[in-house]
């Protein structure tokens, strides 16, 4: 049974930081690539970021460009964002998922983790 | 890069059929899209995919009452036989390049 766990949301002032981490099982972590998606509270779904299933290729929303970085460990199976310069506009639940194939679609969802970011 | 459009909410009768719909802005005919469902409290979950040509391939475990159809731009979602447990919000997904994409969202109401 494939299982995504997240982990490391909380409460931040902005311009603070934060390290959000994914714990994958249940299927060959290595091979797949994996995105990370938020919802800001009472709204809809938002793609924040890919990465390939090497961690050689990422790719961010305009949004986050320059201040996130995901990352991954495939000898741990574990899925990192990095969160710098947080706005109260970044307040949400994040999600990581994983893709079904390269060029396809989200198959599974963690059950998120809750960022806040005010002062 | 595609734009997906979503009506905001839907409301239908227990027992009864309803047919959700997700646009593709105009030349993105070919675009395969998927369906999310998310129940009140939860996590989105995947549903399944579907092309344009209107075949769609579900999840496991997804009821039968639970289908897929496409005509031209447009892809939809039809719930049969709604259940209490089929009120949630749904969401397409499609991807171009290294983008992806999501819909806006219909929240779905079972009377």
Redesign the interface.
Known sequence: EVQLLESGGGFVQPGGSLRLSCAASGFTFRTYGM?W?RQAPGK????VS?IGSSGD?T?Y?DSVKGRFTISRDNSKNMLYLQMNSLRAEDTAVY?CAKL?SV??????????TLVTVSS | QPVLTQSSSASASLGSSVKLTCSLSSGHSGYIIAWHQQQPGKAPRYLMKLEGTGSYNKESGVPDRFSGSSSGTDRYLTISNLQSEDEADYYCETWDRNTRIFGGGTKLTVL
């Open positions: 995105i998606v809809g779904l938002e793609w890919a290729t790719y929303a999600y079904n060029s396809s679609q989200t198959d599974y969802w963690g059950q998120g």
